[in-house]
């Protein structure tokens, strides 16, 4: 059991690292925003953000499907074959990402109003829009090449990568904001810069050949591209479900509370994104352990990884929640010091960020599912967290119990998808299966 905590922290730890310094340049580069442009700047930001979300959810989905089904080759000692796996997501990515990048910069303000942004969000939106996805295949591929060369064995170089486009950005958004008082399109270009370093340095994987990996121009397979979609389908749905629900609850919040409503919940979305970026880290961690075993046919391995992941999940959100519960008012303060904005934002976060203790859970299942193959219950739980339950409650709940029901719908939304699992777990009682074929669903009871 160490030596498997040792592989785990091996993969878990710079992916965690990673992932949280990721997040942490979010809440930075909201921060300047918010002191630096102002509540309004926020506000245009988290209208845009179904549209930049997708564009990440795109690239997470060939990019996960793909390195679960790289890592499943590695397995069966097939790395020619995985070699090109990489290689076709790669092509994928660049092809539909480049795409939306593309009509994004072309039709920014027609996409702002159709993402219900106010007259007086409409400008910053559009411009924070044009100028963020003029760097989408920066983003795109920044995100793609560190999951791929950490699952070639280099998870340093990918936890480094992610820290240098931190920095990047960082150092770029208070020069751009403070300096040449560039506003909200200073934001979008520091980050699009950060994410280009991000980039550069990741190909010294390739160039150094320090791994199984190579570069060259791929074999094209109807069947595997189909199966990295397939594998990746889950992730795209857990990615791009914060950007359907942050549209729901927009178009919500606009109406019974207004714009200091929308701004507040930019700063629970800052927030937020530090604490998914915690569990994801440590879902990707354990997902090249899950893939080399399950492609090995070590199903007791992968089952102990599995538990491993759920352990360390659902503790560091306890963690993390009491964190939120005690200083929760000092750090909204960061972004941005009106009292009233202040208030209303901590009153709210303490009810929304109580989701995140049940998601925790939730999210290792659907990676457990993902990284071996089992993309149908995957889906099952992806949608019905991000597409059915969440979006039923907003709609329903502040109807029966006012605004705080606004907040308390992501609660319920996790806490319907948690009974799901344990359900498919205690009555359906899947288990792994050596054919590759069929996946158990993961159990609370296992964990």
């Not at 969000?121 to 559009?126: I, N, S, V």
């Not at 190909?203 to 320090?210: I, S």
């Amino acid at each position: 059991m160490k030596s498997l905590w040792k592989e785990f922290m091996k993969y878990a730890v710079p992916s965690v690292i990673g992932m949280m310094v990721s997040a942490l340049y979010i809440v930075v580069d909201g921060i300047f925003v918010g002191r630096g442009v102002g509540a309004s700047a926020l506000a245009s930001i988290n209208v845009a953000l179904p549209i930049t979300t997708l564009m990440i959810a795109i690239t997470m989905m060939i990019t996960m499907g793909g390195a679960a089904v790289m890592s499943i080759k590695f397995g069966e000692n097939k790395y020619e074959e995985g070699n090109n796996i990489f290689l076709q997501s790669l092509f994928l990515i660049i092809a539909i990402t480049g795409v939306v990048s593309i009509i994004s910069v072309i039709f920014p303000e027609q996409l702002a109003r159709m993402l219900g942004a106010s007259d007086e969000l409409l400008k910053g939106t559009a411009e924070y829009l044009r100028y963020y996805m003029l760097f989408g295949l920066g983003f795109s591929g920044s995100l793609a090449l560190s999951a791929f060369v950490r699952n070639d064995g280099n998870p340093n170089l990918a936890m480094i990568s992610l820290i240098l486009g931190a920095v990047t950005n960082i150092a770029l958004d208070y020069t751009f904001i403070f300096i040449f008082n560039l506003g909200i399109i200073g934001a979008a270009v520091a980050s699009g810069l950060g994410q280009l370093s991000s980039v550069f340095l990741l190909l010294t994987h390739f160039l150094r050949k320090r791994g199984n990996l190579k570069l060259y121009m791929p074999k094209l397979k109807k069947q595997e591209l189909i199966r990295i979609i397939r594998a990746g389908t889950p992730e795209f749905i857990v990615q791009v479900s914060p950007a359907v629900s942050v549209f729901a609850f927009n178009q919500v919040i606009i109406r019974r509370i207004g714009e200091i409503g929308i701004a507040g919940f930019s700063i629970i979305g800052y927030i937020s994104a530090v604490l998914l970026a915690l569990f994801i880290g440590i879902s990707q961690g354990i997902q090249p352990l899950l893939s080399y075993n399950y492609g090995k046919g070590d199903y007791e391995k992968v089952k102990k990884v599995f538990k491993i992941g759920v352990k360390t999940n659902f503790t560091a959100s306890l963690i993390i929640y009491g964190i939120l519960l005690l200083f929760g008012e000092k750090i909204i303060s960061i972004f941005n010091g009106d009292r009233i904005l202040v208030k209303l934002t901590y009153e709210a976060m303490i009810i929304y960020a109580f989701s995140f203790v049940i998601a925790s859970i939730n999210i290792v299942n659907v990676t457990y599912h993902q990284s071996t193959e089992n993309s149908k219950i995957a889906n099952i739980i992806s949608t019905s967290r991000g597409m059915i339950f969440t979006i039923l409650a907003i709609i329903i709940l502040p109807l029966i119990i006012g605004d705080i029901g606004i907040w308390i719908s992501i609660i319920l939304g996790e806490l319907l998808t948690l009974a799901l699992i344990i359900y498919l777990s205690y009555v359906k009682k899947v288990d792994i299966k050596p054919n590759h074929k069929e996946i158990a669903v993961c159990s609370i009871k296992s964990a």
